[in-house]
């Protein structure tokens, strides 16, 4: 039959017109046990008006609708029994779906059923219009979310069998590999979940027909060629077998099968085999009814029947009997040599391991290398009861099955058909983040079925969602109130993050630049007290509280301020008996100074001289220090590389005093600051705090975390005896894993 697929309408021609009267009478009588007494003439009456109709659409491949329709109905009578509803449907179909003037109420007309059956193909068709990837798998789950009922699936999958089996031969070479596509990786493993098993072999039979012609054409040749002698070999494998098992007193069922062209192919392909060399192209399949505690022992005793009388491969044994596969699958499998010295596949199993291998959790689509589903086995498995059932009418079982398999799932498509799942509940925010995090941190919005949506809109299955941006818009807090999947709270977490720290630098730079106004100096030791009796816990939040104008700064400023004098009034004011006066000679020290002018800390000697140690760089024993008097008459004590302490050098060097620590030591604690920087990894604080803790002669006082992007920064104050204790303890934080620097911070 040649015709335009481009043509919009066409009415039936010559040939369809003979074809149609055939197609009808053999569809009542494959429908006659199953319909209404007025159903052959309700139904005469539609198609009628679908003849005549002149504006119905052909399919893409040149069909008309209602020869597919009919030729659809009568493949399903004879694959799966269906039942009225599913027929009636079948014809209601094309009519609802191509022409304008059929309003009538299909619910009151044909009843709710029905009406619900041709919803559900109106809804699964129209998803081919997105262009969509139809053989992936969030497709197959969206086309089950669809159907809700399961009787649409499988007048999907019928209707594709026939139309396979109907474009052979297409001059649209184009087409007919997409349909041979579609029906290998979508159609042909939903037939097989269902046990299906007749349509599953010849959709993919078809399919590699269409794709790779010359290999089926080859593998069929060989097998028709040899179909008569396979078969007469396969008797003569069997005979003999079966008196000698009935020898035994086994009650059984032995099978005998040829593989099919497709598995014979895929098995050509992994083995690098010719067809000839194929182990199981012959299989033969025992099925032993036996009590549960004679099983191990009556699948031996066929075992041992069969090796008896052929000769075995041992390395081809596959003993699942004695230890299970972990899916729970098993059998024993035995290649052994036939007549005329041709291998043959043997598998014995009882009637409980079939049953478990094909419907159970080796269902035969998963061990042959199906991908299962959570849910989906058990479902499918019981379908699959209701199919093989032997009621009539198994279909009248399954009117209320519903396809709630995806209902904590989402499916929809972008405007140019690729296809997105998502959880029950997925906003149009998550939609776009799922794309991608740049266009989820900018999205402000979206158009679902083309209407303007706001980004908390709750999608639906079969949903097509635009996105809507503005280079200006940023993840906000309230985001997170609405958005289900972890992809977009994560990045928006990361994203709200990110812009606090650059908010506390800000921050941190300005309060800098107002101390150095107020001519204050910036001790981090106090600064850290300061933040702590404001109520903050993380220097991050109280950077964050100054750039979001929720901390005033003069505040802090104030605070600082009173903490700095109540440090400094609680500060240890030491008196000049802890001064000796250096009587050494001028040569024994580095200095020109005089002895009267050197004072070294320590000793208990001197009288009536005050000093404190400098708060700005905190000088500990073993420090080189100079002495600085104050207008107070104090002496200030700081380390020589201070810079407070060179630019009061520069300014007053008449108060400058050589100072020097006293050469017995000290047994009092200093105060000093280390910063120390390092991977954010966990524990990495508690194994430095441990580390400290064990020191001899260190006290942890305080500390002070800062974390952001995976890194850390963390200030220490310790009470240490001298520098060499310090420095020692410098070098044992270094060596703490995920630690990459350590200062000592004044």
Known sequence: MQVNENDSASTLTADERRLLPGLYRQLLRQTASVATPDDASRLRHIISRLVNETEIKRTPFGFHPIIRNLTTAISLCEHISPDRNMIVAMVLFTLRQQTDGFNADIAAEWGEDVANLVEGLIKVTSLYGHGAAVASDNFRNLLLTFARDIRVIIIMIVDRFELMKAINHHPNDRMVQEMAFEALYLYAPLAHRLGLYSIKGQLEDLSLKYTNRATFTDIARKLKETKTVRDAYIASFIDPLKRQLDETGLKYEIKGRTKSIYSIWNKIKKQHHDIDEIYDLFAIR?????????????????????????????????????????????????????????????????????????????????????????G?????????????????????????????????????????????????????????FNIHSGLGCRCTGGKVNGKVCKLNHRLSSGDT??????????????????????????????????????????????????????????????????????GYKTVTEFYSAIASEKLDVDEVISEYDASL??????????????????????????????????????????????????????????????????????????????????????????????????????DVQFGATLRVVGHDDIGIVTNITSMISKEKGVLLRNISIDAHDGIFQGFLVVGVNDTRTLNNLIKKIKTVKGVKDVQRNN
């Open 376 to 432: 989906l086995d058990t479902w499918m498995n019981n379908i699959r009861d209701i199919l093989e059932s032997g009621e009539s009418g198994p279909m009248e079982l399954m009117k209320n099955i519903s396809m709630d398999l995806y209902d904590k799932e989402v499916f929809a498509f972008t405007p140019k058909g690729d296809l997105y799942k998502l959880p029950m509940g997925a906003t149009v925010l998550d939609f776009a």
């Open 465 to 534: 969602v635009e996105i809507l941006t503005a280079p200006n818009q940023a993840p906000k807090q309230d985001w997170l109130n609405f958005v289900v999947t972890g992809k977009a709270r994560s990045k928006i977490r990361q994203t709200l993050n990110e812009a606090a720290n650059r908010n506390a630098e800000l921050a941190k730079e300005m309060l800098q630049r107002r101390f150095k106004n107020r001519k204050l100096e910036l001790e981090e030791p106090v600064l850290m007290r300061t933040i702590k009796r404001l």
């Open 286 to 374: 025992i099925i032993i009814d036996t009590p549960l505690r004679k099983e191990k022992s009556d699948c031996w005793l066929a075992y041992s029947v069969v090796t008896e009388m052929y000769q075995p491969n041992p390395s081809r044994l596959k003993d699942w009997l004695s230890i299970p596969k972990s899916n729970g699958y098993e059998s024993l499998h035995i290649t052994v040599k036939g007549p005329q010295n041709r291998w043959v596949e043997v598998q014995i199993r009882t009637r409980r391991m079939d049953l478990i291998a094909e419907k159970g959790l080796a269902a035969h689509w998963k061990y042959k290398g199906g991908k299962a589903e959570e």
């Open 565 to 666: 004098r109540k440090t400094e009034a609680s500060a240890e004011t030491r008196s000049a008996g802890e001064f000796i006066l250096d009587t050494k000679s001028p040569d024994d020290h580095d200095s020109g100074h005089s002895p009267s002018d050197i004072l070294i800390i320590g000793g208990k000697n001197l009288k009536g001289i005050n000093y404190k140690l400098a708060k700005c760089c905190n000088p500990i024993y073993g420090d080189n220090v100079t002495g600085f008097i104050s207008s107070e008459g104090v002496v200030k004590v700081h380390r020589s590389d201070c810079q407070n302490a060179m630019h009061l050098a520069e300014r007053y060097p008449y108060r400058i005093i050589t100072t020097r620590w006293a050469g017995e030591g000290s």
